[in-house]
């Protein structure tokens, strides 16, 4: 099962977890992973312990890892695919 963390500046919107976790469903990912949230002050710290890292956010720092732009989410249709289809093949690989 992929961890993944999602953060935002100031918290995740309503919207952006709503069309995470519906595009999860509908791709039939929801049972192959977990989503946390978090600000993205949080992130540093908990990144470790995740598959997967989304920001809807500037992020200061690398974090020597890859990390999605979840940006689209929060503006939804052909953005939110987009970042859909990256969540699902980091899922996958």
Known sequence: MKKILIAAGTGI????MDRL????KKRGLASSCSVTRCRVPEL??????YDILIRTAFLPKDLGRPV???????TGGAAAEAV???IEAAIKA
Do not use: M
């Not at 976790?21 to 999860?24: A, E, F, P, R, T």
């Not at 999605?68 to 929060?74: Q, R, V």
């Open 68 to 74: 999605i732009n979840g940006l689209g989410l929060a």
């Open 84 to 86: 859909l289809d990256e």
């Open 13 to 16: 919107s309503v919207s952006a």
């Open 44 to 49: 540093e710290a908990k990144a470790p312990g």
């Open 21 to 24: 976790d519906n595009g999860l």
